[in-house]
T-cell receptor, first 112, second 112 residues
Framework: GDSVTQMEGPVTLSEEAFLTINCTYT??????LFWYVQYPGEGLQLLLK?????DKGSNKGFEATYRKETTSFHLEKGSVQVSDSAVYFC???????????FGKGTKLSVIP | DTGVSQDPRHKITKRGQNVTFRCDPI?????LYWYRQTLGQGPEFLTY????????KSRLLSDRFSAERPKGSFSTLEIQRTEQGDSAMYLC??????????FGPGTRLTVT
C-alpha cells in the first residue's frame, strides 16, 4: 500500500538557519503530494501541494519539489523564524484514492 | 470563513461507554473525511463521505465504529463499547476536491 517516510525529529534550528525536512513516498501510479503543518494548539493546515512530477509547491517561504525519479518531496525554507516552530507532516493522495496517507511528522523548534 | 468545527473538543469516558462526536464541515464542501491521530503519529484515514454517501471505510474502522452524514451536511462518528486503545485525537476534514482537505481542531478522546 501507499506509505510516506519522513525524517525523524525533533529538529532544532537557530533563527535564520536553512531548513530541510526529508520526505520519501511509496505509491502506485502518480500520487499528489502535500505538506501539512500543525502549530501548537491548532489544527492541521495545508502548507503546500504538488499534483504532478516536477511541480514545485510553495507558500510562506517554504518550497517542495515533486521528484518522481527519487520519489521524494523534501520541504525547504531558506531562513526559518521562531514562528515556524510546529510539527510538519508529509502526505500523499494516491491516484484514484480519497484518503490522505501521512508520515509520522517532524517537530521543528526554532530558537532565537 | 468559519472553517471546520468539531464538538466536543475533549471527551473523557469510561471503558465500555458509547461516545459520539460531531463535525460541521465548511458549508460548500461536499466531501467529508474522518481521521484518527495517536501521539507521535500522523493522522490515519478512517472514512470518507461524498454528500450523504459513505464511499470508503478503512479497516481501522471496526464494527464498534459507525459514521453518518444524514443530510450531506454535518457528520457524526460514534464509538460503541469504548476501549482504552480508542484513546486518540479524532480529526474531521472537508473539501470540494481531494487535493485540498481542510481540517478541524479535533476531538481528543480519553478512555479510562
Amino acid at each position: 500500500g501507499d506509505s510516506v517516510t519522513q525524517m525523524e525529529g525533533p529538529v532544532t534550528l537557530s533563527e535564520e538557519a536553512f531548513l530541510t525536512i526529508n520526505c520519501t513516498y511509496t505509491a502506485t501510479g502518480y500520487p499528489s503530494l502535500f505538506w501539512y503543518v500543525q502549530y501548537p494548539g491548532e489544527g492541521l493546515q495545508l502548507l503546500l501541494k504538488a499534483t504532478k512530477a516536477d511541480d514545485k509547491g510553495s507558500n510562506k517561504g517554504f518550497e517542495a519539489t515533486y521528484r518522481k525519479e527519487t520519489t521524494s518531496f523534501h520541504l525547504e525554507k531558506g531562513s526559518v523564524q521562531v514562528s515556524d516552530s510546529a510539527v510538519y507532516f508529509c502526505a500523499l493522495s494516491g491516484a484514484g484514492s480519497y484518503q490522505l496517507t501521512f508520515g509520522k511528522g517532524t517537530k521543528l523548534s526554532v530558537i532565537p | 470563513d468559519t472553517g471546520v468545527s468539531q464538538d466536543p473538543r475533549h471527551k473523557i469516558t469510561k471503558r465500555g461507554q458509547n461516545v459520539t462526536f460531531r463535525c460541521d464541515p465548511i458549508s460548500e464542501h461536499n466531501r467529508l473525511y474522518w481521521y484518527r491521530q495517536t501521539l507521535g503519529q500522523g493522522p490515519e484515514f478512517l472514512t470518507y463521505f461524498q454528500n450523504e454517501a459513505q464511499l470508503e471505510k478503512s479497516r481501522l474502522l471496526s464494527d464498534r465504529f459507525s459514521a453518518e452524514r444524514p443530510k450531506g451536511s454535518f457528520s457524526t462518528l460514534e464509538i460503541q463499547r469504548t476501549e482504552q486503545g480508542d484513546s486518540a485525537m479524532y480529526l474531521c476534514a472537508s473539501g470540494d476536491t481531494h487535493y485540498e482537505q481542510y481540517f478541524g481542531p479535533g476531538t481528543r478522546l480519553t478512555v479510562t
